[in-house]
T-cell receptor
Framework: EPEVTQTPSHQVTQMGQEVILRCVPI?????FYWYRQILGQKVEFLVS????????KSEIFDDQFSVERPDGSNFTLKIRSTKLEDSAMYFC??????????FGNGTRLTVT | GEDVEQSLFLSVREGDSSVINCTYT??????LYWYKQEPGAGLQLLTY?????DMKQDQRLTVLLNKKDKHLSLRIADTQTGDSAIYFC????????????FGSGTRLQVQP
């Protein structure tokens, strides 16, 4: 069964550094998402992406965050200058029209 | 805004049925989902129900939807130790905002 893949599984970075989290959505999917889950807390929506543009973003997704689909298969989340509070599990998800979201296994980001 | 609430913890004995409950506030919710998260893993879609349905059964899983009370439940028959995980309820509306809103998750502990 096709699945969403995320790399790396764990990323450690220093405060103030840029980090790029990578995702390969399921190949025929059209809608792409990033969510995050701070340890012990709710899964929170960050951003959705469709037709090569952001379709919706939450208040968490400020100017420090950006997304890109550079080559038709990868979907990336960039954090420009990481803060301690960015430490979380980041989940990528994708779907086709009117179907459930399929999530990857996540990237655990640790900012030190 | 939308809100999804779940109880935090449920403990059952192996072989018993588990019932995990969820309430939501958004009356325009169109799709309601149950995801399972095992320790350190991603979000696995278990099942979902469209808002014009009252019930959906899939092997050991039964989803009940009371749209009037905005109440969703997941029943797991013959609960096994492998069912121990966090179960997230999530909703999505079909007008405007298309991202999922998650509950805080219910930790199911299955005792042998």
């Amino acid at each position: 069964e096709p699945e969403v893949t995320q790399t790396p599984s764990h990323q450690v970075t220093q405060m103030g550094q840029e980090v790029i989290l990578r995702c390969v959505p399921i190949s025929n999917h059209l809608y792409f998402y990033w969510y995050r889950q701070i340890l012990g807390q709710k899964v929170e929506f960050l951003v959705s992406f469709y037709n090569n543009e952001i379709s919706e973003k939450s208040e968490i997704f400020d100017d420090q965050f950006s997304v890109e689909r550079p080559d038709g298969s990868n979907f990336t989340l960039k954090i420009r200058s990481t803060k301690l509070e960015d430490s979380a599990m980041y989940f990528c998800a994708s779907r086709v029209y009117n179907s459930p979201l399929h999530f990857g296994n996540g990237t655990r980001l640790t900012v030190t | 805004g939308e809100d999804v609430e779940q109880s935090l913890f449920l403990s059952v004995r192996e072989g018993d049925s588990s019932v995990i409950n969820c309430t939501y506030t958004d009356s325009s919710s169109t799709y309601l989902y149950w995801y399972k998260q095992e320790p350190g893993a991603g979000l696995q879609l278990l099942t979902y129900i469209f808002s014009n349905m009252d019930m959906k059964q899939d092997q050991r899983l039964t989803v009940l939807l009371n749209k009037k009370d905005k109440h969703l439940s997941l029943r797991i028959a013959d609960t096994q130790t492998g069912d121990s995980a966090i179960y997230f309820c999530a909703e999505r509306e079909d007008t405007g905002r298309r991202a999922l809103t998650f509950g805080s998750g219910t930790r199911l502990q299955v005792q042998p």
